[in-house]
């Protein structure tokens, strides 16, 4: 049996020419299913886990392993089932895959659980293989994501710099995620399609309004986003997601971990809510659909 650094490894070696060299965007090898090293000799080492970190120094990045280990313990848990069930529904509807293989992108892909997740329903409904890539800054992210037995590449890199050469992909997912839109243009195929996934004024309610006064500080606007997003693609589409669960006290913990929204929070508060013996969590969001801009 290969060991996980080695299935990885491989995993990437079939597919090393999507590679670019992040410093000098010249073409990439998987050597001795050990490092990705570029023409001009930039190199980088695959680590134990099976991932490659392609960084070229230490970013300053405020999410951490508890924040990732918990929101992969919600999604084990069902938490973001609908979203991943949406998603995989727009994948297919816009025809993936193509052909008898389709390539995904998750850029800020996190802890890997959306990923892996649609990478396995679109498999499952389509028979063909389905390529999953994940990639994000936070190295903790990415060593959280190492450890989903879904066949995936996984990337530590910086999106401004991402390491794949020009339409490398027929999908690229965006999921509560910052964006950079010109690499987001340059990665996608001509006949691809990205999905940008952001917060309406219903995500997380119920804690923001246990956790604050006011529920105005802390309401999120999905506005702003949209007309970004429109400005670099085409906008085919829309659709609003919303559904509630009930967590039992087991998952409140990791529901305050998961999300940013308990950074300001008084320590009092956050004692109270993981008291109750469960909480009805509200899930709103909404999903852009885009492709690139006809010339």
């Excluded at 998603?87 to 995904?104: H, K, M, Y």
């Excluded at 919303?242 to 004692?271: G, N």
Aim: include cysteine; hydrophobic fraction near 40%; charge should be positive.
């Amino acid at each position: 049996m290969m060991n996980k650094k080695l299935k990885r490894a491989s995993l990437m070696k079939r597919h090393e020419t999507m590679f670019q060299c992040p410093i000098c965007a010249t073409n990439m090898a998987v050597t001795d299913l050990k490092s990705l090293i570029c023409k001009n000799g930039h190199t980088f080492d695959i680590a134990r886990g099976g991932y490659v970190n392609v960084t070229t120094h230490a970013p300053s990045v405020k999410y951490d392993k508890e924040l990732f280990e918990a929101r992969r313990m919600l999604a084990a848990r069902g938490f973001f089932e609908p979203l991943s069930g949406a998603l995989t529904d727009r994948l297919e509807q816009a025809g993936l895959p193509f052909c008898n293989f389709v390539s995904i992108l998750d850029a800020g892909c996190g802890e890997g659980s959306h990923l892996a997740r649609i990478v396995e329903k679109l498999q499952m409904r389509s028979g063909s293989p389905v390529l999953g890539v994940g990639l994000d800054l936070a190295k903790a992210g990415i060593v959280s994501a190492t450890k989903q037995e879904r066949e995936a590449i996984w990337c530590v890199a910086d999106l401004a710099a991402a390491p794949f050469r020009n339409r490398s992909f027929d999908a690229i997912l965006n999921i509560l995620s910052p964006s950079n839109y010109a690499e987001f243009e340059r990665l996608l195929s001509d006949d691809g399609i990205v999905l940008k996934v952001i917060p309406k004024s219903g995500y997380l309610k119920e804690l923001r309004g246990f956790l604050y006064d006011g529920l105005d500080k802390q309401a999120y606007t999905s506005e702003d986003a949209a007309e970004r997003f429109s400005s670099h693609f085409d906008l085919i589409d829309r659709t609003e997601i919303a559904y509630s669960k009930r967590l039992d006290q087991s998952l409140l913990a990791p529901l305050i971990k998961m999300t940013p929204l308990s950074w300001r929070a008084e320590k009092e508060r956050i004692k109270a809510f993981l008291k109750k013996e469960s909480a009805v969590t509200t899930v709103h969001l909404d999903i852009l659909a885009g492709r690139k801009k006809t010339k």
